[in-house]
């Protein structure tokens, strides 16, 4: 470590035990994508059809190019309190949330990158607001006639920071261009198979509420008696006899499922197509009718974001040279470094110069110095001596301001 005009003593000291090096979070592996294999049997049980059939070998498709949905970076949470610490988990509920719709994987928040990012998720909020109402819309109530209110957080995350961590966890974005899956469900409750229209969106609430947590929306037939008619194609899970009535809804996406009561509980056979190709099928048998349900939501979302995922084009990651401007104490000192050790982009920080003027770190990054500045703009602590507007457009920062040795510059909040 070079030291210019020196400081005190104990400013020198901290300094030197920095230079050694501070080793943040070891890095990760890149996360799987966590999809069950689907499941192709030689036929469905109860099927006339050979639903089960493997369908031809499709040819591989390009990869979609990445779209922000603004919708897709906020969640509620409900809280049960007003408390700080209550506002501060449902926060930390929230960006998990955002986390498993932007990437399409369940399993993202146990990414050791997001892990660690989950203590600071308030810092990459860009909007909070609570509202209360009446706990469900059938207007249930307490005894005595009293209504049950709950207190809803609608919690809205920067979009260019959370790509950045994403990124930065070697994580895959699913883009926002998501189709909005056709449901054709038939269910034999023991009186013969029917299908499920728009007239029954209680059967299928279960499958439209975890699509939202998965940031996919279903579209349910209107139940004309043409789609009635439909019900035997629906039964055999023939895609193709589907696709014209898809096709009427200006769209080429669909989900088909066929439920029944088996041994185990009610069993359910799912296929999810899109322009005549099929993406995935996969069996589910559950005790619960509802949770059986759901997991038409969750296979659709698992295939799609197996398909369509990307990384996203961030910049690489690599070790950084900066100046931190406004040092004058140790307080300060040990604020950055504080700071930085924190920071989940961040995996080492070296201290490489101490002057008056300025303290010099060099840093281990997971994303580009211009990912780095991203995420110290929507923090507490480091700015960019600039005050160029980030870019919405391409997750990318504006080249952060350097001095005569081309070394990026930031000041203290």
Known sequence: ????????????????????????????????DSVPNAVKPAS?????????????????????????DPALYQADVTLNSQSDGERQNATVQALTQVIIKLTGNPQAPFNPVIRKSLGQASSLVSQAAASTAPSDSE???????????????????????????????????????????????AIDDGRGPRIVSAQQLNVVKPLAVEGLNRGLHFLLPAGTSVEQAATGAIWNLDAAALAPLTAHYQNDTQLLGKMYRSVSGWSIWWILSQGGVEIARWPVTDADPQRAIATGADGAADALAKRDAVYLPIGAGGSYLIDVIGVASQADFLRVMEYLQNLAIVQKASVVEVTPDHLRLQLDLRVSVRGFRVMAES???????????????????????????????FGLK
């Open 44 to 68: 469905a049980p109860g099927s006339s059809a050979n639903p089960g059939a493997p369908s031809d070998t499709a040819a591989p498709v390009a990869k979609p190019r990445a779209v922000r």
């Open 1 to 32: 470590m070079h030291v210019g005009t020196p400081l005190n003593p104990a400013m020198r000291l901290i300094a030197l035990v920095f230079s050694l090096s501070l080793s943040m979070l070891a890095r990760p592996a890149v996360a799987q």
């Open 139 to 185: 207007g249930n109530t307490a005894i005595g006639g009293v209504p049950i209110y709950k207190t809803t957080l609608r919690v809205s995350f920067d979009p260019v920071a959370v790509d950045l961590l994403i990124a930065g966890a070697g994580l895959k974005y699913w883009t926002g261009a998501r189709p909005k899956p056709m449901l054709w469900l």
């Open 379 to 409: 923090g507490n602590t480091l700015r960019a001596m600039d005050d160029s507007p980030i870019s919405p457009e391409d997750g990318a920062a504006p080249v952060v301001v350097t001095d005569d040795s081309g070394v990026p510059r």
